[in-house]
Nanobody, 117 residues
Framework: QVQLQESGPGLVKPSETLSLTCTVS??????????WGWIRQPPGKEPEWMGA???????YYNPSLKSRTSISRDTSKNQFTRQLGSVAPRDTAVYYC?????????WGRGTQVTVTS
């Protein structure tokens, strides 16, 4: 059974870079036909897809965030990491990582990130 766990800071200051890591267990991030993505949900808003990385390491980004987002992976640790630069209070959200295969499932439990000075 695949499980995902997000980790990273809960508080970030404006203009800093937010780095979150997703650790995958029960499955490999190099499995074909599967992508691994990041989704966030700001308070009171719908979930927003941020980007993903596939089994070959190819990355895909939401155009609205592409200039500030990068996703990388460490296959030896079965982890993938998302960095979001120049954060602002509008980036406050619960951040989730998830497996993409005919839909996003499963998701991690999510981690709250608050951008505040």
């Amino acid at each position: 059974q695949v499980q995902l766990q997000e980790s990273g800071p809960g508080l970030v200051k404006p203009s800093e870079t937010l780095s979150l890591t997703c650790t995958v267990s029960g499955g490999s991030i190099t499995t074909n036909s599967v992508v691994w993505g990041w989704i966030r949900q700001p308070p009171g808003k719908e979930p927003e897809w941020m980007g993903a990385i596939d089994a070959n390491g190819t990355t895909y980004y939401n155009p609205s965030l592409k200039s500030r987002t990068s996703i990388s992976r460490d296959t030896s640790k079965n982890q993938f990491t998302r960095q979001l630069g120049s954060v602002a209070p509008r980036d406050t959200a619960v951040y989730y990582c998830a497996r993409g295969r005919q839909g996003w499932n499963p998701w991690g439990r999510g981690t709250q990130v608050t951008v505040t000075s």
